[in-house]
């Protein structure tokens, strides 16, 4: 396993992350199976967990947990705020009241005294940037978080919790966690360079575009039974001619190097120099086994030259790809 530079925070991570969104309810019940999985990733050179409270409601959390038991300083962790944990209307969101609240309980379920990295999910327009930047720092400072960072900010609200930060004497965001696949390469143009002009270490999700990059998806079976396309058909453009299109010059491009296309998705992720982790996102442990194939797998200059061809530089193809977008793109909010 490489080990990487985590912006210049001064850690140093492994070059493919555990994600552990599908260890609990929403991917797989089996408590042993999962915790197999997290060790399972550790042995093969893994450093980086990543997990968030929203995750099962804070049952992946509770994994993570369990399964670090014994093994909790070799291990960088990160865990996120920001969703719906509640009913109650301050039992989610930004605020440093929900913050305070939210990595009491995120400590807790994950059996620790500290979180190395604590993202903020999602950005929140109803809260003042400078409320969020001064409850993480005081989490720095009373030594519940190592580090902050965001995810799914565009570059301009980066920027601007980092002038918050500055302005107050603050601890900066320290790391972002984009979306980024071959698919989706919107995040090119702005935020990765903006993450390698201020030095935030990046955690890549979705390097496989929701399966996409995998191969299973064809024009004559789009949604396979038991693929996360049959399960959650809203959240899958199935019927996307130009995907199908993309994807099969993408395995024809695979096929010539010699490598399955999984990995030579996961690889590309990494070759950007921003990146400092790609996040692997497993639901059992034969697909975990898998995915750690790709952990040699280097492209050459020829082959992402090809890749580009396919889906050029900084391109989104597809704008629901992006999960999340600033309220401030919505058209009512561009109206005089």
Known sequence: MEYRAFGSTGLRVSRFGLGTLMLGAWGNGDRAECARIIHQGLDGGINLVDTADVYAAGESEEIVGAALAGKRDDVVLST?????????QNQRGNSRRWIYQAVDASLRRLGTDWIDIYHVHRADPSTAIEETVDALTELVRLGKIRYWGTSMFPAGQFVDALWAADRRSASPPRSEQ????????????DVLPTCLRHG???????PLSGGWLTGKY??????PEGTRAAKSPEYFDAG???????V?????IASDVGIPLTHMALSWCGEHPAVSTTLLGPRTEQQLEDLLGAVDVRLDEATLDRIDNVNRPGVLLNPDDQDWSSPDLDPTARRR
């Open 80 to 88: 996120k705020f920001h969703n719906p944990m509640g009913p109650g």
């Open 178 to 189: 984009p979306l980024y696949n071959i698919l989706a390469r919107g995040i090119e143009n």
């Open 200 to 206: 935030a270490g990046v955690i890549t999700w979705s």
């Open 218 to 223: 064809t024009r004559d079976d789009p949604a």
């Open 240 to 246: 996307n001619d130009v995907k199908f299109d993309k």
């Open 248 to 252: 099969e010059h993408l395995q024809a």
